[in-house]
């Protein structure tokens, strides 16, 4: 088992809806969260993180965690499609340093 | 400020050659990370430096691969006898150096091993 998994997509929503992308993790000692954006042939760029359990928000992208049941969500209101990029949810352990990435979930959003 | 750097973009090698991949940190940042983002995949751990030392190479495949920082800075990563197999892209990220704290991402070298 991946120690972080996402809903595989690909997920293609209209302009103006809401996206919203899951990732579950496994090691129960991760602390910290993470989603990054990722466009086609760039690198990961940090768009969300989130260390306590419950909302938070940043202008259209709201993240989502619920330790005890080890998931992690990021909604993208209004969806533009500048927002078509591949999403990855990464965890860090409490006293650790390495990432552990999903595999990503690719967000395609429609004119 | 200038963020992470990476050169080269692109590197197209022979099986079988030698390679190196470099890595230069968001000023002041103590904290240097290598990782390894193959097709479809998220980035996948190679090695961690604290300062000029490696504080965990665990992620590195095998002993063709190595990394360093002499002076606390600029990294580069080696890579003996290319394999096709280590075609994938380069990620390079460096951080303030606490725990938790967040990793920025260099553009990445592409390589690609024929």
């Known amino acids: 088992q991946k120690e972080v998994e996402q809903n595989s997509g690909p997920l293609s929503v209209p302009e103006g809806a809401i996206a919203s992308l899951n990732c579950t993790y496994s090691d129960r000692v991760s602390q910290s969260f993470f989603w990054y954006r990722q466009y086609s042939g760039k690198s990961p760029e940090l768009i969300m993180s989130?260390?306590?359990?419950g909302d938070k928000e940043d202008g259209r992208f709201t993240a989502q965690l619920n330790k005890a049941s080890q998931y992690v969500s990021l909604l993208i209101r209004d969806s533009q499609p500048s927002d078509s990029a591949t999403y990855l949810c990464a965890s860090l352990r409490g006293t650790g340093y390495k990432l552990s990435f999903g595999a990503g979930t690719t967000v395609t959003v429609r004119a | 400020g200038a963020g992470v750097s990476q050169t080269p973009s692109n590197k197209v090698t022979e099986k079988g050659k030698y390679v190196e991949l470099r890595c230069d940190p968001i000023?002041?940042?103590?904290?240097l990370y290598w990782y390894r983002q193959s097709l479809g995949q998220g980035p996948e751990f190679l090695i961690y430096f604290q300062g000029t030392g490696a504080a965990d190479d665990s992620g590195l495949p095998n002993d063709r691969f190595f990394a360093v920082r002499p002076e606390g800075s600029v990294s580069t990563l080696k890579i003996q006898r290319t394999e096709r197999g280590d075609s994938a892209v380069y990620l390079c990220?460096?951080?303030?150096?606490?725990?938790?704290?967040?990793?920025?991402f260099g553009p990445g070298t592409r390589l690609l091993v024929l």
């Open positions: 989130i260390y306590s359990n």
């Open positions: 000023s002041g940042h103590t904290a």
């Open positions: 990220a460096s951080s303030s150096g606490t725990v938790g704290e967040t990793q920025y």
